[in-house]
């Protein structure tokens, strides 16, 4: 290149450097790392990222890191992008954290207009910590202690895109008391048997989507807690795991209403269940889940495609003596479609106090994948009301008999 278009070119990068998207980029690899950790680094980055008074960036940059943990926090003055390129692993060691009582591993709380972008992992090394996991027989369970991997809280108008969270502890990442936040392209993976790993947990928020994502794990896909309002997963393929699930739900009374959760053009591959709404019984829990759409859905051999279970009581923590008194209504179902790997295609399993209000089903065709000596799909029915508005294989609900209780 010519001496003088260098210089036209500089005296161009000068004038339109201050109109540029940002006034700073804080590239944690400037900022002191030792050994490849960089936990110190990013705590200092953060700190000049939240306190610049206009829009920031904050750059892990390609490579190989590891971090302890890390609390970024707000209030932040300006937009900031968190722009992950790397590869951040955690260490393996679960209880080997800086703050011991901390649920998270990075946790990002009090921010308004974040990005986080990049391209970039978040690689949880769990594979020590699954195997201190032992909720399933011990209520104290140590895993209570065990971090999230993302964990989003009190976060605002922000956009999570484009990285992929890998063997996280616990929980891969979690968004609660949150408005406004969208995760997009999102790859979610750790094994089928690893326990607790839900890939994202949602309470207590409004307006969160989650988009165009990839999620593999040994629990819940995506799992709602209570108090949420406007929610949409659209283009999500789930499976290995538990599918999403609306809940558990009214193990409390404390617990507040879930209204507008929709579940759109979703995939499930060999997942326990395709869409789940649960809640406790015997508890004194009056909340309401209304306005659910589960709409367009595949499933590939999925254990239970459809599933509303307002028996839930996991090994035996709770009894069945008294209803739920949760009131599920306004759902809608419609083009489902698969192979269910068992013959209870569709559950319906609703309280006898406040029994399944206002259901429309539309057109469901989901097979039973297994040895047809054992007969076809079916439909399990228990205090629904519904009206039909397509046509379903398996057939519903046959209405001439009293419904009767599931066999557990
Ligand atoms: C998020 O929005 C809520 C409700 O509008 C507001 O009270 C809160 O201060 C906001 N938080 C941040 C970090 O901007
Ligand atoms: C919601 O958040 C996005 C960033 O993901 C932002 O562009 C948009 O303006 C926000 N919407 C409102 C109503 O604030
Ligand atoms: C539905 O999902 C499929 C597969 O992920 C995608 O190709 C298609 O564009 C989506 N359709 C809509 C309407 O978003
Ligand atoms: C179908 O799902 C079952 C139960 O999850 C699993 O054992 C089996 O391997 C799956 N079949 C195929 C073909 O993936
Ligand atoms: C990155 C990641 O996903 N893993 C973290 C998830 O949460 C636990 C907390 O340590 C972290 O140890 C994992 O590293």
Redo the contacts with the bound molecule.
């Keep these: 290149m010519e001496q003088k278009h260098v210089i036209t070119l500089a005296i161009f990068g000068v004038l339109i450097f201050p109109l540029s998207a940002y006034a700073a980029v804080y590239d944690v690899s400037q900022h002191g790392i030792q050994n490849k950790d960089i936990t110190n680094a990013l705590l200092k980055a953060w700190k000049l990222a939240v306190e610049a008074p206009t829009k920031s960036k904050v750059l892990i940059p390609k490579g190989q890191w590891m971090l302890k943990q890390a609390l970024l926090a ?2 932040n003055k300006a937009p900031i992008e968190f722009q992950v390129e790397g590869t951040v692993t955690a260490y393996s060691d679960p209880y080997d954290l800086p703050d011991k009582k901390g649920e998270w591993w990075i946790g990002m709380n ?3 207009s974040l990005t986080v972008s990049g391209g970039g992992i978040f690689d949880g090394n769990g594979k020590v910590a699954w195997t201190k996991n032992d909720c399933h027989k011990n209520t104290k369970c140590l895993s209570k202690r065990l971090p999230y991997n993302l964990s989003f809280n ?3 108008n922000s956009l999570v895109k484009d990285i992929t969270i890998k063997d996280s502890k616990y929980f891969q990442s979690n968004c609660i008391s949150s ?1 406004n936040v969208t995760f997009q392209r999102i790859k979610i993976s750790a094994p089928a048997e690893s326990p607790n790993t839900d890939g994202i947990h949602i309470a207590r928020s409004v307006n969160i989507k989650v988009l165009d994502s990839i999620i593999q794990t040994g629990d819940d896909c995506i799992s709602f807690g209570d108090e949420l309002k406007d929610v949409l997963v659209k283009n999500v393929r789930c499976g290995p795991g538990h599918g999403i699930s609306i809940g558990s739900l009214g193990k409390t009374n404390q617990e507040k209403d879930v209204t507008g959760i929709t579940i759109d053009n979703c995939t499930f591959i060999n997942s326990d269940n395709g869409v789940r709404i649960k809640t406790w019984p015997s508890t004194p829990s009056t909340l309401k889940v209304t306005d659910i759409k589960f709409t367009n859905l595949i499933m590939q051999n999925v254990s239970n495609p459809v599933i509303i279970d307002q028996q839930y009581c996991p090994w035996n923590m709770c009894s069945l003596d008294k209803a739920s008194l949760v009131q599920i209504s306004k759902v809608k179902i419609d083009n489902i479609k698969g192979t269910s790997f068992t013959q209870d295609a569709l559950i319906f399993s609703c309280s006898s106090s406040k029994p399944c209000q206002d259901v429309q089903i539309g057109n469901i065709d989901l097979r039973f994948s297994g040895d047809p000596k054992l007969g076809g799909a079916t439909t399990k029915c228990q205090n629904i009301k519904y009206v039909s508005t397509g046509k379903q294989i398996p057939p519903l609900c046959v209405k001439t008999s009293a419904p009767k209780a599931l066999p557990k």
């Design positions: 707000g209030p009090y921010l308004h009190f976060v605002n408005n």
